[in-house]
Antibody, heavy 122, light 106 residues
Framework: EVQLLESGGGFVQPGGSLRLSCAAS????????MSWVRQAPGKGLEWVSA????????SYTDSVRGRFAISRDNSKNTLYLQMTSLRAEDTALYYC???????????????WGQGTLVTVSS | DIQMTQSPSSLSASVGDRVTITCRAS??????LNWYQQKPGKAPKLLIY???SLQSGVPSRFSGSGSGTDFTLTISSLQPEDFATYYC????????FGQGTRLEIK
């Protein structure tokens, strides 16, 4: 059974940093691209970042490029999102999501975690 | 970025009804279109990928169609568990989602 378990969310002041983790199990982690998708309270879905199965390719939405960094440790079956210079508009539930392929060209998510909440406020 | 616009934003329907939700892209996206279902407090679930391919395990009452800029998600006979919010997502370029369609019980 595929499982994705996010952690690392919390309350942080504007300008602060957080590192999210997503522990994966039930599939060959390195064979699939992974993404982070967020959902602000009461709002819709927003794709944030993706990483290929090898970790060699990454992509970001414009609003987080230069502030967030996605990475993965295939030996630990874990996905990460390092978030810096956080803003109030980054407040959201952050989901990690498994892609159906190894590359990051056209992200399609067949499994999602339950999310970890990030709140940015003074 | 490609903008995705869903209609309607909300919809009331009864069990057994046939329901259609529309998604329009701001430019042609070929068939790079997915549909997800999200229930309150839960993560989204993939229903349809590549515009018309049914994800494994998803009931056959769900179907998708369209290409280019106009797409539809159809539920042939609504079941109680289908009341949820539905999102389209384009994967032609930097992925973007529609604003969602909330399907409520009439």
């Amino acid at each position: 059974e595929v499982q994705l378990l996010e952690s690392g969310g919390g309350f942080v002041q504007p300008g602060g940093s957080l590192r999210l983790s997503c522990a994966a199990s039930g599939f060959t982690f390195s064979s699939y691209a992974m993404s982070w998708v967020r959902q602000a309270p009461g709002k819709g879905l927003e794709w944030v970042s993706a990483i290929s199965g090898t970790g060699g390719s990454t992509s970001y939405t414009d609003s987080v490029r230069g502030r967030f960094a996605i990475s993965r440790d295939n030996s630990k079956n874990t996905l990460y999102l390092q978030m810096t210079s956080l803003r109030a508009e980054d407040t959201a539930l952050y989901y990690c999501a498994k892609d159906i392929v190894v590359t990051i060209g056209a992200p399609t998510f067949d499994y999602w975690g339950q999310g970890t909440l990030v709140t940015v406020s003074s | 970025d490609i903008q995705m616009t869903q209609s309607p934003s909300s919809l009331s329907a009864s069990v057994g009804d046939r329901v259609t939700i529309t998604c329009r892209a701001s430019q042609s996206i070929s068939s790079y279109l997915n549909w997800y279902q999200q229930k309150p407090g839960k993560a989204p679930k993939l229903l349809i990928y590549a515009a018309s391919s049914l994800q494994s395990g998803v009931p056959s009452r769900f179907s998708g169609s369209g290409s280019g800029t106009d797409f539809t998600l159809t539920i042939s006979s609504l079941q109680p568990e289908d009341f949820a919010t539905y999102y389209c997502q384009q994967t032609y370029s930097t992925p973007t989602f529609g604003q969602g369609t909330r399907l409520e019980i009439k």
